[in-house]
């Protein structure tokens, strides 16, 4: 039996915690099909581990992902989860779920306005997380609450009750990183930047621009903005970090930030690979689209998605559709309906003779099973935000992407697929001429086919990572072990 010291904060060495880790053996067969880890000997049985989910659908999928993997570990899972943005709990069986009142009736839940969703999600949840959490230590051995960090009502009550937290992280390392350097650049007053001075990298984070930032680095940081990065980067009590991410992807900035946050890192993404396969979206799939790619020859679809939260305007909606039927690729593109900002129906602001031009060539629907379009053979191409999520799965299907960032962690993520693994173009501007030369070159030109060629190396490269003795997987061995320890 090992003592090991680890200190939550290295301005406060004085707050430590002690932990006991015992020896579990873990067996494990590798499933070359889908390359998945199976555990064959479970070794969290009888123990149970809470969840906790930010509930949009980019932080809900791979907390789902994570319980799904948790519970083919041996533990017993349960799902604390707000009434808005509730999971379909009859896709989860094995799960036990908790709902919490967040008093969300009514309120704008908007892009706009998700800052004061957070704070009313925080302090409206407190009571009941703590009543049902009260309840289920009388009866259950919970080992520990692993939760997403915007919900920082769940530190307060695992502190008071002396449970351990484990925060999932559902962004690359690279973008938390990028925070630390903001806060650098924010206390040497260095920003706000004039306009002309955007494009030039920042120092100590290459590859990124100030344009890159999680921030407009243009204009001075609101307080509610800062407070909540404050809050976002901060991980409290936490005893470990889980990552969905990659350790060959984000090494660098893993290994920054782990002098910051002196406690264990679990890289075991993407956890949709890790994971057993169930289904994770708020929203209802177009089956039909998997059988109209089914039609089409290898990598010749452009598939388009800006993701599940990011907005855009009616220009520029009729500037992307005039350069797909100009680009004369077929595409599959997702057009949900709360695409546009105060829109409730964006397929119907489409131009007019749009459907006359692309008649058999594309396909538009309202939402996609993404994973299982990435996967597919005829798909050569993604129009993507970016989001990590997407970019997880676009790497593990080996597709190349245009990048089309809109917020937070998406700039970041284009400008790794751009300039570090090579993998993207980017689309500076979303006009009519820029979208249709995007798409010849990623899906026509020589520098495509070499994108392409890179991300079926990134592809493989993952694969190994989830494989019998590669990182993720040997990172999901000191999880669970390190959990069952709690």
């Not at 998605?305 to 595409?331: C, V, Y």
């Not at 058999?360 to 993604?382: I, M, T, Y």
């Amino acid at each position: 039996m090992n003592l090991q010291i680890y200190f939550q904060s290295t301005d406060d060495i004085s707050n430590c915690q002690i932990s006991w880790f015992v020896p579990i053996n873990l067996g494990v067969e590798h499933n070359q099909q889908n390359s998945r880890l199976v555990v064959m000997e479970p070794s969290g049985r009888g123990r149970r581990v809470v969840l906790v989910p930010y509930p949009f659908q980019g932080h809900l999928t791979p907390m789902l992902q994570l319980g799904a993997l948790l519970h083919r570990c041996g533990f017993s899972i349960t799902l604390a989860h707000t009434r808005f943005n509730s999971p379909y709990t009859s896709h989860y069986p094995h799960f036990h779920f908790l709902p919490l009142s967040d008093d969300l009736d009514g309120f704008d839940t908007s892009f706009h306005n998700l800052l004061n969703v957070m704070a009313a999600m925080n302090a409206n949840c407190l009571p009941s997380f703590q009543e049902h959490m009260l309840n289920m230590l009388e009866t259950e051995d919970v080992a520990c609450v692993i939760y997403d960090n915007i919900m920082t009502f769940v530190d307060v009550v695992a502190t008071s009750l002396n449970l351990p937290t484990i925060l999932l992280r559902t962004t690359a390392a690279a973008y938390m990183h990028s925070h630390l350097v903001l806060f650098h650049l924010i206390a040497h007053k260095r920003l706000p930047l004039p306009e002309s001075e955007v494009e030039l990298p920042v120092p100590n984070l290459h590859p990124l621009r100030y344009k890159d930032l999680p921030v407009q680095a243009t204009q001075k940081l609101p307080e509610q903005v800062r407070q909540f990065l404050l809050s976002y980067m901060n991980i409290r009590s936490s005893a470990a970090v889980i990552w969905n991410t990659i350790e060959t992807l984000d090494q660098w900035p893993l290994q920054q930030l782990q002098q910051q946050w002196p406690v264990p890192f679990f890289t075991i993404g993407p956890l949709h690979k890790m994971a057993p396969p169930l289904p994770t979206s708020l929203m209802k799939e177009d089956a039909f689209c998997l059988s109209w790619l089914d039609k089409r020859p290898p990598n010749s679809v452009i598939y388009i998605s800006l993701g599940s939260m990011a907005t855009i305007n009616q220009e520029e909606l009729r500037e992307m559709a005039r350069g797909l039927a100009k680009s004369d690729h077929p595409f599959l593109w997702v057009v949900r309906p709360s695409l546009l900002n105060g829109s409730s129906d964006a397929i119907e602001s489409l131009p007019a003779d749009f459907k006359e031009l692309v008649p058999e060539r594309g396909l538009v629907v309202d939402w996609a099973p993404q994973r299982k379009v990435l996967e597919h053979p005829a798909v050569g191409g993604f129009f993507s935000h970016c989001g990590w999520n997407s970019t997880l799965e676009s790497l593990c299907g080996g597709v190349p992407m245009i990048c089309r960032p809109c917020f937070a962690d998406q700039m970041v993520n284009a400008r790794y697929l751009t300039h570090v693994w090579r993998v993207g173009v980017e689309l500076e501007s979303v006009g009519e001429k820029s979208v249709e030369g995007a798409v010849r070159t990623l899906m026509g030109s020589d520098c495509g086919r070499g994108m392409r060629e890179r991300a079926v190396e990134m592809k493989l490269e993952i694969e190994r990572s989830v494989g019998r003795g590669g990182s993720s997987s040997e990172s999901l061995h000191h999880l669970v072990n390190f959990v069952a320890s709690l």
